[in-house]
């Protein structure tokens, strides 16, 4: 099955396609441009491939969490080209993705993922990998540096909350670190690929953005009130 898959999560845009044979991928930092220039990238990847969309047997995107509007943009991107062509579709955690990479990188199989939320909080997980699947071990799910708990056992942290958070890699005391690891599309797409191979993708309408922060301003009344999120 040939795959595309697209991840707008962090401000680098990325695309991948793949298929068993493996994933090429394309990235540029992207800043606020995700909605103008996912499109192009991902015709200048289906022509370096020499495929078409009517190729792909599904569509792959980086789920979140992440940034709100970029996750919105892969999102929307993926559920109208699939919607076009009839493709299924998988929506992957970026955690997940993030734990994938550091598999690949270090060879790490019991991963604690961690993004920087911004609003002085973080994105995490944990998941553990037996027969090449990555078990859900820690819920994703936005909390302060400081709530942080790590499942028993020893986890490598992968992610920039590291970075941003170095005293929480020091309390945690990881078995390695590397904070320098964002979702990639191929990571997406590799992930993606194998649920669409075991029938667990969704329709486009069906596809959803993973949200674990459900609020990402105050009104007006609450600023005044000095409320702070």
């Known amino acids: 099955m040939r795959v595309l898959a697209i991840d707008c999560s962090t401000e680098w845009l990325a695309v991948a396609l793949g298929d068993a ?62 919607l076009g062509r009839g493709l299924p579709v998988a929506a992957v955690p970026t955690l997940e993705a993030i734990a994938h990479d550091a598999h690949r990188a270090h060879g790490a199989t019991r991963v604690f993922a961690c993004t920087d939320a911004r609003m002085k909080e973080v994105y995490v997980a944990a998941y553990d990998r037996a027969d090449a699947r990555w078990r859900e071990v820690l819920v994703p799910a936005v909390v302060g540096p400081a709530e942080v708990a790590l499942p028993a056992g020893r986890w490598f942290g992968a992610g920039d909350g590291l970075a941003v958070h170095p005293a929480l890699a020091e309390r945690c005391g990881f078995s390695g670190v590397d904070a320098t690891i964002k979702p990639s599309a191929r990571a997406i797409g590799e992930l993606g690929r194998a649920r669409l191979m075991a029938g667990q993708g969704t329709g486009p309408a069906e596809a959803l953005p993973l949200y674990v922060r459900h ?6 009344a609450e600023r005044a009130a000095g409320a702070r999120l």
């Open 21 to 82: 044979s493996g994933f090429h991928e394309r990235r540029e930092h992207a800043g606020q441009t995700h909605s103008e220039r996912v499109l192009p990238l991902v015709d200048a990847l289906l022509v370096e491939a020499g495929w078409k969309l009517a190729d792909l047997g599904g569509i792959a995107f980086g789920a979140g969490p992440g940034s709100f509007t970029g996750v919105r943009i892969a999102c929307g991107v993926a559920q109208g080209l699939a």
């Open 215 to 220: 609020r990402v301003a105050l009104t007006s």
